[in-house]
């Protein structure tokens, strides 16, 4: 089972900031790694895929990068509905694993 | 408009069964890979079990293996998750979810339920 590990837990972000999440795989998937936003009382939303792909409607402040072992989520600029917990999940392997999660909230 | 719709969560005692639903509509059902993923009480998200795109492949957590069986009724356009040997660690939201391109397992899950609830308690 790959293990997928999150930093930070937690990250402080003033609203108009930029935040950068990180999500490393413990052995390469390749670009099979995506990013979703997770609110209390919806179901997570598609960010990003193949690790850097816009899903549809995702603004152009969400970026994504990397491959292999290491990845980033980089929002350039939050905005007040950007505070939500943030999760990687790669679909290289069987079983599919999800990070443990990154809370971004408002500083 | 494409949408998933999850139903049968309940409460149930420790050792008991539960089926539940997730009613597709908007795709072709057929043609798609789907999975079912939980959220236990202030955890993450953790995959629980998938069937390929052509139904004939399934997976399963670790978690839920022997006790658990997916499957789908394309007629109905319906993906199921039975649920046996209940236990308390099982309580979570239950969301079903399809990948993104039809014809393929790899790929991420663009579209999510809103979940149905399981309680395993006594």
């Known amino acids: 089972e790959i293990e997928m590990t999150q930093s930070p837990a937690t990250l402080s972000v003033s609203p108009g900031e930029r935040a950068t999440l990180s999500c490393r795989a413990s052995?390469?998937?390749?670009?099979?790694l995506a990013w979703y936003q997770h609110k209390p009382g919806q179901a997570p939303r598609l960010l990003i895929y193949?690790?850097?792909t816009r899903a549809t409607g995702i603004p152009a402040r969400f970026s994504g990068g990397g491959s292999g072992t290491e990845f980033t989520l980089t929002i350039s600029s939050l905005q007040s509905e950007d505070f939500a917990v943030y999760y990687c999940?790669?679909?290289?392997?069987?079983?599919?694993?999800f990070g443990q999660g990154t809370k971004v909230e408002i500083k | 408009e494409v949408q998933l719709l999850e139903s049968g969560g309940g409460l149930v005692q420790p050792g008991g069964s539960l089926r539940l639903s997730c009613a597709a509509s908007?795709?072709?059902?057929?043609?798609?890979?789907m999975s079912w993923v939980r959220q236990a009480p202030g955890r993450g998200l953790e995959w629980v079990s998938g069937?390929?795109?052509?139904?004939?492949?399934?997976y399963y957590a670790d978690s839920v293996k022997g006790r658990s069986t997916i499957s789908r009724d394309i007629s109905k356009s319906t993906l199921y998750l039975q649920m046996n040997s209940l236990r308390a660690e099982d309580t979570a939201l239950y969301y079903c979810?399809?990948?993104?391109?039809?014809?393929?397992?790899?790929?991420?899950?663009?579209?999510w339920g809103q979940g149905t609830m399981v309680t395993v308690s006594s």
């Open positions: 979810a399809k990948v993104g391109r039809s014809s393929t397992s790899y790929d991420a899950f663009d579209i």
């Open positions: 908007g795709f072709t059902f057929s043609t798609y890979a």
């Open positions: 069937l390929s795109a052509g139904g004939g492949t399934t």
């Open positions: 052995q390469s998937v390749s670009s099979n």
């Open positions: 193949g690790g850097s």
């Open positions: 999940q790669q679909y290289n392997n069987w079983p599919r694993t």
